[in-house]
């Protein structure tokens, strides 16, 4: 049984018919910066918290570079302080990318490389030798294949494609949150 995978399916559907029933409420909670955002910030701060615990005793470098990944990807997130009224560095990185944060800069394609590094976790082959505890399991990958193909047929639709995009960044770093959280609970073993 895939339970993670099973879960964003589940999640996906109900998220398509109520864009069907209800395409205004399901549109407004799934607005940018609308209560399913800020539960993705939410979310993505457990996340973080998880892998530092996954960390310990020790420092850990897997987990600890992940906590640090989605460190930057949470403020990236919160355009750097800027969406929760803190727009001094958002300010900053504007002047510099043309944007309040940098995953937005170049009409998005820079989203692509904050994408990398969770590819490269949860799909390269053979990573189970050297990221030892904190290698993806079998539920872990098949979710985030699945996450990765609804973020393409997300963006097949351009009525629909923010809010599939919200949705499936909210169920991301759940997915992470949930990884770190097993990563966490797993006894010692040897993670370089």
């Given amino acids: 049984m895939l339970p993670r995978t099973f879960t964003i399916l589940t999640i996906a559907a109900v998220a398509v018919a109520a864009g069907w ?65 803190w727009p001094a560095v958002g300010e900053r990185v504007a002047a510099v990318f043309g944007h309040r944060n940098m995953h937005n800069a170049a009409r998005g394609s820079s989203y692509l490389l904050f994408a990398l590094p969770l590819v490269a976790y949860y799909l390269a082959p053979g990573t189970g030798r050297w990221l030892g505890r904190a290698r993806p399991i079998r539920d872990e990958r098949w979710a985030f294949a699945v996450l990765g193909a609804l973020f393409v047929a997300g963006n097949m639709s351009a009525a629909w494609e923010r809010a599939a995009q919200e949705l499936l960044e909210l169920l991301l770093y759940a997915l992470l949150l949930a990884t770190g959280l097993r990563v966490a609970r797993e006894p010692g073993g040897k993670d370089r």
Wanted: aromatic residues 6%; proline residues 6%.
């Fill in 21 to 85: 029933t209800s395409p205004a409420i399901t549109a407004e909670l799934l607005a940018k910066e609308g209560p399913a955002e800020h539960a993705s910030h939410a979310v993505l701060a457990a996340a973080v918290v998880a892998w530092l615990l996954a960390s310990r005793p020790g420092g850990r470098a897997v987990p600890l570079a992940m906590a640090g990944f989605l460190a930057l990807v949470l403020v990236e997130e919160i355009d750097w302080g800027s969406v929760y009224g």
